[in-house]
């Protein structure tokens, strides 16, 4: 298959999955194939500001169904992946940017440069609000990566923003100045055939610009 076919293949077998097969699971070699392509996607100013918790304990599902709207999902998915945005790791009193910028091959006022322009950038962020939204945003690049390298393997998966962030916060017992959930992302095997996809046409969304 040509490389746009497989594509365009992928694009289609991918849909928001409402029923998983509870009896089928993802092998350790395709969710690992999954997680690199979240891993690998792009981030601004590659901060790449996320954690992607995978859960397949099926008590912590249960305990997280409710606070997802209970939605089945949760609880007949194969891997839960519980996409998490970077908080304090992303502002400059935690090193962490300064460090992110020190992996690039560049001469040392070069890097200082960069971290004058973040320091800019991040300062100008109202709140930790403000910050988190910017860092949820890119988590959703990520997400779509792991969808599509899903759907490439036949696997399903359903972007989840339909719970209650501080209730799951809680249950994970994250530290929020550190980290909060940002998307949902079951992955699994569907039970049904699904529908064709609604989209609007391409004239009604697309337009050229001279
Ligand atoms: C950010 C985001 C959040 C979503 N949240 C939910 C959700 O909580 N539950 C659900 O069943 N589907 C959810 N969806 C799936 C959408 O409803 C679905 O993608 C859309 O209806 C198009 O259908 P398709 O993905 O099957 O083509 C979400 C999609 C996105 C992009």
Not at 102 to 122: C, E, H, N, S
Request: glycine share 4%.
């Amino acid at each position: 298959m040509q490389n746009r076919e497989i594509f365009t293949k992928a694009l289609e077998f991918r849909h928001a999955c409402k029923l998983f097969d509870e009896k089928k699971k993802i092998n350790e070699q395709d969710i690992r194939y999954i997680l690199e392509a979240g891993r690998m996607s792009p981030s601004s100013f590659g901060m790449e500001g996320w954690k992607f918790l995978v859960i397949t304990d099926e008590k912590l599902k249960e305990e997280l169904k409710p606070c997802c709207w209970d939605q089945p999902q949760i609880t007949t998915c194969s891997h839960l992946v519980v996409i998490l945005g970077a908080l304090n790791p992303l502002k400059l009193q935690s090193g962490t940017p300064q460090k992110r910028f020190a992996r690039r091959d560049l001469p040392d006022d070069m890097i200082q440069r960069y971290v004058g322009v973040y320091k800019t950038f991040i300062d100008a962020k109202r709140d930790d609000t403000d910050t988190f939204a910017w860092s949820a945003r890119q988590t959703y690049i990520a997400a779509t990566n792991m969808m599509m390298a899903a759907a490439v393997l036949d696997i399903d998966s359903c972007p989840i923003e339909g719970f209650e962030k501080e209730k799951v916060d809680k249950i994970l017992k994250l530290d929020t100045d550190e980290f909060q959930t940002s998307l949902i992302l079951p992955f699994g095997y569907r039970v049904k055939e699904q529908p064709k996809h609604m989209r609007r046409d391409f004239d009604d969304i697309v337009e050229f610009v001279r």
